[in-house]
């Protein structure tokens, strides 16, 4: 059985750091793309930052030079280092995968608020 897990939101102020990580079991870590997606209240759920089982990241406009993803394959784990947050990353963010016959796997979120 597949399962997807986020783990390390919270409240931080503008300016401020946060990590957060996704944890995949049931497939085989190393072979798959992993993503970051958020979805704040009313707007749709946007992509923030991919990696490739090659190690290859991308990243939206909005977190360039500031975010970074990087994954532990020992650990099956993806992470998210946000760093100069600002008030517009409040989100609650997703991570995603999917398998190799392209079926899509989702966490339950883990929300990130920016807030003085």
């Known amino acids: 059985q597949v399962q997807v897990a986020e783990s390390g939101g919270g409240l931080v102020q503008p300016g401020g750091s946060l990590r957060v990580s996704c944890t995949i079991s049931g497939l085989i870590f190393s072979w798959l793309d992993v993503d970051w997606y958020r979805q704040a209240p009313g707007k749709e759920r946007a992509l923030v930052a991919r990696?490739?089982?090659?190690?290859?990241?991308n990243y939206a406009d909005s977190v360039k030079g500031r975010f970074t993803i990087s994954r532990d394959n020992a650990k099956n784990t993806v992470f998210l280092q946000m760093n100069s947050l600002k008030p517009d990353d409040t989100a609650l963010y997703y991570c995603h995968t999917k398998s190799r016959v392209n079926r899509d796997f989702w966490g339950q979120g883990t929300q990130v608020t920016v807030s003085p």
């Open positions: 990696i490739t089982s090659g190690d290859v990241t």
